[in-house]
Each structure stands twice: as C-alpha cells, then as structure tokens.
C-alpha cells in the first residue's frame, strides 16, 4: 500500500511475481499412524522454501483419493482446506500434508478405501500446487498414482490358548 502523500516515482519499483511453481509429483505415501499424506517429487520449494505451510495456497479440490482406481465408479474422497491441519514443504523433494482428525476418520472410512486387494490410486490434475501469489503450475499433474501405505504388515498368529484340552479346533467349532 503506498501511502496518499507520496507518488508512485518515489517508492521502490513494482514487482509482479508472473513465475509459476515447477514442482513435479511422483509418489505419494500414506501413514495412517500420522494422518499423512507424503507426496513425493521434485521442485517443491518453486511453490514457498522448505518449512513452509502452503495449506491454503493449495487447491484441494484437484487431489482425489480414487477409490479402487476406477474413475468415479466407486465413491471417491476429495479434500477441501477444513480436513488440512498443515501442508508442509518438508524438502525440495517432498511436501508432507497432515489431515486433521476429521479428515483422516472422512477418508479412512470411505467404502473400500484400502481395502485388500484394491487398486487405490491418488489423481493430481494440474493446478493443485499454487505458490502465494496464486500461480498455479502446470507440471504438478499425476494420474493413477499408487500410494505406498505405513500399515502394510499383516498381522501373525504367534500362538493361541484353549481351556478345552484334546479338542478339536477349526471352522464353526463353537465348543472352544
């Protein structure tokens, strides 16, 4: 804002920030522990410096959590700003968005989200990653993009106890 008693001659010059972010998206990992959604990639920092919080500088309207990766076949999970607790530019090569408890529980509990055997894969369309001047970029598109989740360890059967002894054990037993 520049001031009513002073002319535009006698202030600094006028910058308009015409560059777009460059960032491109490769990989995106889920921790369902954290709430996370770690996308991977390049270029990052043309969007702010790493550190930064770029949640609302980010159009959610463009990531989609594609529900057994069939288009809109099935019922898929788009984000708005209310589920994004943070978006943090963690590195030049990763942005780290942490959804916030209803956000997580809204995904999470989505019809067939992560289910076994599905196909779930996450859709960018380009223009999702803005920087603060509302540049929006280009390069930033991802479609049919698998994320890798924290939780993908199936759970073992150490050992069982019974207070029937010589019994037989298996499928509709129920005198156990």
């Known amino acids: 804002t520049i001031p009513v008693s002073q002319n535009l001659a006698d202030n600094a010059a006028i910058v308009i920030d015409t560059g777009v972010p460059t960032n491109t998206i490769a990989t995106a990992a889920w921790?369902?522990?954290?709430?996370?959604?770690?996308?991977?990639?390049?270029?990052?920092?043309?969007?702010?410096?790493?550190?930064?919080d770029v949640k609302s500088s980010l159009d959610w309207s463009k990531l989609v959590w594609?529900?057994?990766?069939?288009?809109?076949?099935?019922?898929?999970?788009?984000?708005?700003?209310?589920?994004?607790?943070s978006a943090m530019i963690?590195?030049?090569?990763?942005?780290?968005?942490?959804?916030?408890?209803?956000?997580?529980?809204?995904?999470k509990s989505t019809a067939g989200f992560?289910?076994?055997?599905?196909?779930?894969?996450?859709?960018?369309?380009?223009?999702?990653?803005?920087?603060?001047?509302?540049?929006?970029?280009?390069?930033?598109?991802?479609?049919?993009?698998?994320?890798?989740?924290?939780?993908?360890?199936?759970?073992t059967i150490l050992s069982f106890a019974s207070t029937t002894p010589n019994g037989g054990y298996g499928v509709a037993k129920t005198d156990i």
Not at 90 to 107: E, N, R, V, Y
Not at 122 to 148: E, K
């Open 31 to 52: 921790d369902s522990a954290a709430n996370t959604l770690t996308l991977g990639g390049a270029g990052f920092t043309t969007i702010a410096a790493a550190g930064t």
């Open 66 to 85: 594609d529900i057994n990766g069939d288009g809109a076949t099935t019922a898929n999970k788009t984000f708005s700003v209310g589920e994004v607790t």
């Open 90 to 107: 963690t590195s030049p090569s990763a942005l780290t968005i942490t959804l916030t408890s209803d956000g997580a529980t809204s995904l």
């Open 114 to 155: 992560a289910a076994s055997g599905a196909a779930d894969n996450i859709d960018i369309t380009a223009g999702f990653s803005r920087d603060a001047g509302g540049n929006a970029a280009t390069s930033d598109v991802q479609d049919n993009m698998t994320p890798s989740y924290s939780d993908n360890v199936k759970p």
